[in-house]
C-alpha cells in the first residue's frame, strides 16, 4: 500500500483535551486508491482506532468533526471516502455486483489502519452511517472490530439479520420513524431509538454522541498507552498456534475431553455443567486463535477461520446450556469443518 500525507496541523476546533494532528491521506491497493481523513492525538502510540464509514455524504464536515473530537479523546481515527462512485445508492443490481469492490476497499481501509505505527491493532472499532453500516457489520461477523456503531435514518433494513450474528458489541442508533425497524437488543448489543434522525450528529439530541463515544470508551479504551485485553499486557503470547491446536484438538484434549462426556446424554446436572467448562474453554480458544499471527496465508483469511471456529464453538456452547443432548452432538460432529477449511489456506 501507498499512502499519501497532507502537512498535518494543530486543529483549532477540536474539543479541548489532547492536542490533535490530522491530515488527508490516500491509501492504494491493486488498482484502485481512495482518500481518507486521518486525525490523532499528537502524541502517542498503540491507541485505540476508529474507522469511520460515512453514508452518501461521504467525507462531509461533521464527519471530519467527528474525527476530530474522536482524537481529542485519545483515539486515533480515520475516515475513508470508500465509495466516491456512490454504488451503494445505485440499484440492487449495481449495487450486488459491486459489493465484492466495496468490501474490499474497507477491508484495505482497515488493513492501513492496523499498520499505522500510532495504532494497537487489537482494539479498533468503527462508526458507519447508513450505506456504510452493511459493510462495518460484516467485518465485525469477522471479528475485525472490537466495537461498532451504526447511526441509521429512517430505515434499518437487513440490519437486524447482521446484528443478531455479530458477535462483538454494536450500538444501533436509529430515528423513531423508522417504524419497519424491528431491532431487538441482544447480548452484548444496545439500540436506542431518537426522536430526530442520528445520520448526523449535528441534527441529532446532544446525548446522542455521549452516547457514541462512551460506547466506543467502555468497549475498546485502556490507560493510555496500553491496550484494554488482558492479553495484550502480558506482552508476547506465550502459546503458539501450534500448541493451542494440539490441546483443542488431540484424543486426550479439550475436544476428546468433550466426545466422552457428551457419548451419551449426561444424567445429572453436574455432568453438564462439567460439559459446559470444557465446551466454554474450547470457544475460548477461538479468540486466543484471533490473537495470533499466521505463519502461511493472509490475516484477514486467518481471522475469518478463527472466527468461524469460535462461531461454531458457540453454537455448541448454547446447545449444552440448554441441555440440548442432539443439538449439542450435531454441533460437535460439524465443528471440524471450519478446522478444514482453515487447514487448507494456512497449514
Known amino acids: ?193 431518537l426522536d430526530s434522525s442520528p445520520e448526523t450528529f449535528d441534527t441529532a439530541p446532544k446525548n446522542a454522541k455521549s452516547m457514541v463515544y462512551e460506547f466506543l470508551a467502555k468497549n475498546m479504551k485502556g490507560p493510555r498507552g496500553t491496550a484494554s485485553n488482558p492479553a495484550s499486557l502480558t506482552g508476547e503470547p506465550i502459546a503458539s498456534i501450534r500448541d493451542i491446536m494440539r490441546v483443542i484438538n488431540a484424543d486426550d484434549g479439550v475436544r476428546g475431553k468433550l466426545a466422552q462426556l457428551l457419548a451419551s446424554p449426561p444424567s445429572s446436572a453436574e455432568q453438564w455443567d462439567e460439559a459446559r467448562s470444557v465446551t466454554a474453554v474450547l470457544a475460548e480458544s477461538g479468540n486466543l486463535l484471533l490473537a495470533r499471527q499466521p505463519e502461511r496465508g493472509t490475516l484477514a483469511s486467518w481471522r475469518q477461520h478463527a472466527t468461524d471456529f469460535r462461531t461454531a464453538a458457540e453454537v455448541l456452547l448454547r446447545a449444552v446450556d440448554q441441555h440440548n443432548f442432539p443439538a449439542a452432538q450435531e454441533a460437535l460432529i460439524r465443528l471440524p469443518e471450519s478446522c478444514a477449511a482453515c487447514h487448507l489456506d494456512h497449514r
Open 1 to 193: 500500500m501507498a499512502l499519501v500525507v497532507g502537512a498535518a496541523f494543530w486543529s483549532a476546533s477540536a474539543p479541548a483535551g489532547l492536542k490533535v494532528a490530522t491530515a488527508i491521506v490516500k491509501i492504494t491497493k491493486s488498482d484502485s486508491s481512495m482518500e481518507g481523513y486521518l486525525a490523532k492525538p499528537a502524541q502517542g502510540d498503540h491507541l485505540a482506532a476508529v474507522l469511520l464509514v460515512p453514508g452518501a455524504n461521504g467525507l462531509d464536515g461533521h464527519v471530519l468533526a467527528v474525527a476530530r473530537e474522536l482524537a481529542a479523546l485519545d483515539f486515533v481515527a480515520l475516515a475513508i471516502d470508500y465509495d466516491p462512485g456512490h454504488i451503494s445508492q445505485q440499484s440492487e443490481l449495481v449495487r450486488n455486483v459491486s459489493e465484492g469492490q466495496l468490501s474490499a476497499r474497507l477491508g484495505a481501509a482497515l488493513e492501513w489502519l492496523r499498520a499505522q505505527r500510532s495504532v494497537d491493532g487489537e482494539r479498533i472499532g468503527a462508526i458507519s452511517w447508513a450505506q456504510g453500516s452493511a459493510g462495518v457489520l460484516k467485518l465485525a461477523q469477522q471479528g475485525q472490530f472490537r466495537s461498532a456503531v451504526v447511526l441509521e435514518g429512517d430505515s434499518c433494513a437487513g440490519i437486524d439479520k447482521l446484528l443478531q450474528a455479530t458477535s462483538p458489541p454494536v450500538l444501533v442508533l436509529v430515528s423513531r420513524r423508522a417504524s419497519a425497524c424491528k431491532l431487538q437488543p441482544t447480548g452484548v448489543h444496545e439500540v436506542s431509538f
